[in-house]
């Protein structure tokens, strides 16, 4: 039922857009390129954007390489006032801007060439008076290949449609791409934690900013960075998030 | 493909109406009597403007919004828009995945549910 509504989603953006398995697949590929230096990701192997389009047929046209894996796991936070955190000795990582948005099933309404991103992105962006284009890292939370799609456009990375040009050739793949994303693997080929999957996004975001990421895949100079995810379905309830970390 | 058994739908007062009238053959949406939009699934209370809504005999005719055929499970996953406005979730029976498109003109069928009353489902016109 997860992936059939996620499937419609994307069924509906490459009708719309003209987006393309190959360009969504690019999204698995770059996650796979990170999960290969994580010694924890469940999947390790690079793999290609054919092998996705090889991968088994899930829910048409999401491909089983398409969907994220299913793990234990969990994660925390350490949120401190700055008298404490300087006192850490570790480098500090501030919220610059935080919001929320919930999008519902419209009475009817319905537009899937959307979520709730599109609401809480610029909010977060607005709060933190920075853009998208600032951006060194981004983490976006990976049920699926079109999950990361539809909030890089919401948020602005690129023109809404424009997601699927905007992934390929690497984009997302550090020290490849423009937008570095998930250096750990993300879900896709790292770990998802059932309704977990979202704080792990913050964590690599942390991590980059720290300059603690692994050397492989550490984006130079990460100075901003931002974590989103939405929680719920996809293609048709559900709560998105969207927090600008910034180093200090 | 239909074989799939379909979990009886919860049941409460709100959408008895429209149960007892999908035992019938009918099937039922819900129009605001005050900005007289129609919504999907039906309310008391109009989504739109929050005015009265009140009970109407829907075409059964639509067009596929959106779709994701399981063809392993056997049954694909569709929104369909209905005539009078509201776009619904629901599955589409009776057809082979891959003749469905977008935009296609779909029809109602009730399909039988595992001991409970008949649910609204689509098939090619």
Redo the contacts between chains.
Sequence with gaps: ?T??????????HM?QFGTTSEQLAWIKVAASHHAQWNEHAMLRNVVTVQEVLDSP??????HRLDCCIISDGGGALVVVKPEIARQLKRPLVKIMGAAEAPKG??????D?SYCGAAWSGPAAFAEAGVKPADMKYASIYDSFTITVLMQLEDLGFCAKGEGGRFVMDGNLISGVGKLPFNTDGGGLCNNHPANRGGITKVIEAVRQLRGEAHPKVQVPNCDLAVATGIGGLL??RHGAATVVLGRE | MSERKITAPANNPESEPFYKAAEEGKFLIRRCTACKK????P?AV???CFGETAWEEASGKGVI???????RAGYT???V?LAE?????TNIVDTD?DSLS?GQAVKLKFVPTDGGPPVPCFTAA
């Design positions: 039922m992936t059939n509504v996620y499937g419609m989603v994307a069924k509906r009708h047929m899930v829910s048409d046209p999401l099933q419209m009475g009817g309404d319905v899937l293609g048709s | 129609a919504h999907w699934y309310r109009c989504p739109f919004y959106s779709y994701s055929p399981m063809r996953l569709a929104y828009t406005g509201p776009t619904m979730m995945p977008i």
